[in-house]
C-alpha cells in the first residue's frame, strides 16, 4: 500500500480509503450486514488502508435521516480496539442545521455514535450554494475554530458537488481548510469541479479525496461491448477497475481515493490493485485509451445539451443546465439510479425538470436546436418525482 501526505494536514493516508456509505445490507439501507461488514473493516485494516470515511446519514431509510453507519463503525474499532490505528473523516449534515447551536448538538451525537473523543477529520456534507450560505450566516467558521480548538476534531474541510468558481469561493473564505473531497473518476474530468479544482487545491497544499471513482460502480459494471473491445487493445491488460483506479493514482494531485466497497471481495480486489499501484504507470498510450473510452461512454447522452447555459435562467427556476446533465450521465452509464442520487440531492425540489410549464421563453434559444420542454418532459419521466431508488 502507497501513502501520501494528505495536504496541510500531514497526515500519511492511504491512497485507498474506506467509504462507508454502501456497507453491506440486509433488506433495507439502514440495516448494515454488520458481520461481513466486520469482515470487510478488518480485511482493510490488517492490508493497509488507514482512513475510514463516514458520515451522519449514511445507511438511513432516507436521505436526511440519521444513519447507521457511523454506529457501526465507532462498534467496530471500539470492539477490535483500532481507534488509534485509523483516521476517521465524517460529516456535518449541513441541510440539517437551523440555528448556530444545531453545530456543537450534531458534532457531540456524531462523537457518541463514533464512540470517540475526537474526530480527525471533520467536513461539512457536500455543500451547496444555498447551504454555504446559511451556515455561513449561522457562524460555521466560528464553530469549526471551536471545534479545533477544544481538540474534538484534529483537522477541518469539506465535501462538495459544485462547480469550480463556487468551490474556489467556499476554499478562499476560510484559510484553515485542510482537506476538500470532491467527485473525479476518468469521465468527470471537467464535470463539477474536477480536474481544475484539483489543481486549485493542490497548489494551496489542501488535501485532495476523491469521491464516486467507479462512479458508484457503473464503470466497472455491465461494460458495453464497444467499450471493453476498447480496453482490449492496450498493451498492458488492466482490468475496469484497475483502469478506473490507477488513473487517479497516477494524478499527482490526488492524495487518496475513496471507494464504497460493500463485499469483501470488493476490498481484497482494490487493496490488491492499490498494493501494486506506482506513480507515473499510465503511459501516453494508455492516456489515450481512457480518454478514447472516456469519449465512447459520452456518446450514448441522452441528448445533445452542451450545457451552454444560453436557455438560463429559467422563468419558473428549473435549472435546466443540471437537470440535463445528470439526465445524459445516467443514460451514459445505463444507470437512472445513480443518477437519480445526484438529481434528487443536488438540484432543489423547485428546480428540477417537473416545474416546467412549456411558457415558450426557452423557445428557439438553444444552440443544439433542443426542444427544452420535451426534454424536460423526458428527464421527469427517467427520474420519477421524489428518491426511491435504494
Known amino acids: 500500500m502507497l501513502y501520501r501526505e494528505l495536504g496541510k494536514t500531514k497526515e500519511k493516508v492511504s491512497i485507498l480509503g474506506f ?4 456497507l453491506p445490507t440486509k433488506g433495507s439501507n439502514d440495516k448494515i450486514d454488520t458481520e461481513e461488514a466486520s469482515k470487510m473493516l478488518t480485511y482493510g485494516l490488517e492490508n493497509g488502508i488507514n482512513i475510514i470515511d463516514t458520515a451522519y446519514p449514511y445507511h438511513c431509510e432516507s436521505l436526511d435521516g440519521d444513519g447507521n453507519s457511523e454506529r457501526f463503525i465507532g462498534e467496530f474499532l471500539k470492539e477490535n480496539s483500532y481507534r488509534d490505528d485509523v483516521l476517521v473523516s465524517t460529516k456535518s449534515p449541513c441541510w440539517l ?10 458534532l457531540d451525537k456524531q462523537l ?8 480527525d477529520l471533520y467536513m461539512l456534507h457536500s455543500l451547496t450554494e444555498n447551504d454555504w450560505k446559511k451556515v455561513k450566516e449561522l457562524e460555521v467558521l466560528d464553530f469549526l475554530d471551536d471545534a479545533l480548538s477544544s481538540g474534538k476534531i484534529n483537522h477541518v474541510g469539506f465535501s462538495a458537488h459544485t462547480e469550480i468558481d463556487y468551490l474556489i469561493e467556499i476554499v478562499d473564505e476560510y484559510p484553515k481548510w485542510e482537506a476538500v473531497l470532491t467527485q473525479m473518476n476518468y469521465l468527470d474530468e471537467y464535470y463539477q469541479s474536477g480536474i481544475m479544482g484539483l489543481d486549485y487545491l493542490k497548489n494551496l497544499n489542501i488535501g485532495t479525496m476523491i469521491m464516486e ?6 464503470l466497472v459494471q455491465n461494460i458495453p461491448p464497444e467499450i471493453q473491445k476498447m480496453w482490449n487493445t492496450a498493451e498492458v491488460k ?6 478506473a483506479l490507477q488513473y487517479l493514482w497516477d494524478r499527482e494531485d490526488v492524495d487518496c481515493v475513496l471507494s464504497g466497497m460493500s463485499s469483501l471481495e470488493q476490498v481484497k480486489e482494490n487493496i490488491e490493485i492499490a498494493s501494486r499501484s506506482y506513480p507515473n504507470s499510465i503511459s501516453e498510450s494508455d492516456s489515450e485509451l481512457i480518454r478514447e473510452v472516456a469519449r465512447k461512454y459520452r456518446s450514448y447522452r441522452g441528448n445533445e445539451c452542451s450545457y451552454c ?7 419558473h427556476g428549473v435549472n435546466i443546465v443540471d437537470c440535463f446533465k445528470e ?4 443514460h451514459m452509464l445505463n444507470n437512472p439510479h445513480g443518477s437519480a442520487l445526484q438529481y434528487f440531492t443536488l438540484i432543489g425540489e423547485n428546480a428540477r425538470a417537473d416545474n416546467c410549464l412549456d411558457c415558450g421563453e426557452c423557445d428557439f434559444i438553444c444552440t443544439q436546436m433542443l426542444n427544452i420542454p420535451e ?9 420519477g418525482l421524489e428518491f426511491n431508488h435504494y
Open 309 to 315: 447555459g444560453y436557455c438560463m435562467p429559467c422563468p
Open 97 to 106: 442545521i437551523e440555528k448556530k447551536e444545531d453545530f456543537d448538538d450534531y
Open 375 to 383: 426534454e424536460l418532459e423526458k428527464v421527469s419521466e427517467y427520474f
Open 327 to 330: 439526465y445524459n450521465i445516467g
Open 19 to 22: 467509504g462507508s456509505m454502501r
Open 112 to 119: 457518541k455514535k463514533l464512540q470517540t473523543d475526537y474526530i
Open 238 to 243: 488492466r482490468t475496469p477497475v484497475e483502469w
Open 213 to 218: 471513482p467507479l462512479r458508484g460502480g457503473r
